[in-house]
């Protein structure tokens, strides 16, 4: 059985994210929020980043369709053996919303699948601006900059530029 996602469907930050580009860069964010949403309601929940689509998109939103896959960072919501994806459609336009596929396909689709923060772990964020929304047209000034620079960038984020390059949180990861 998938874990539930209507009631989450409904909270403003998920409504926000059904087009591609409220999608685009929320990823983390909304991951974050709906794992806190799953744990409040007694569900297990913890959140993978992913590093490296080992395919292209070419219809995506923001800068994706000018930067090469191997650099497509992600990230998602697992529980109970399903990954939950509600930022989906920044890659894949007609995307389900949310795209729920088992954890294990993950792998078959990026190079590099981590645990970012465990069932375990208190935290699903290193900071609380993490777990904020892109800035409205933030998709459209990082295609921008991708065109003006051949997909290498670098992409601000007033969410993430502060505090250094983000890391997995999880300290528990590899222990029984």
Do not use: K
């Not at 591609?20 to 980043?49: D, H, K, Q, V």
């Not at 954890?103 to 290193?126: F, G, K, Q, T, Y």
């Amino acid at each position: 059985m998938t874990p539930p996602v209507r009631g989450f469907a409904l909270t403003g930050a998920a409504r926000a994210c059904t087009t591609p580009e409220g999608a685009y860069a929320n990823c983390l964010a909304l991951s974050a929020r709906y794992a806190a949403w799953l744990r409040e309601r007694g569900e297990p929940a913890a959140m993978l980043a992913l590093l490296g689509s080992r395919r292209a998109f070419p219809d995506a939103a923001g800068r994706w369709p000018l930067c090469a896959p191997a650099a497509y960072p992600h990230w998602v919501t697992v529980s109970r053996g399903w990954a939950v994806d509600w930022t989906r459609r920044q890659f894949e336009p007609g995307a389900a919303w949310p795209a729920i596929v088992p954890e294990s396909e993950i792998a078959e689709a990026w190079d590099d699948v981590r645990v970012w923060a465990c069932e375990r772990c208190p935290d699903l964020v290193a900071d609380r601006r993490h777990a904020e929304l892109a800035p409205a047209g933030m998709h459209l000034e990082h295609r921008r900059l991708a065109r003006e620079t051949a997909g290498m960038g670098p992409f601000p984020d007033p969410r993430h530029d502060v505090d250094g390059p983000l890391r997995p949180l999880c300290v528990h990861a590899g222990q029984p």
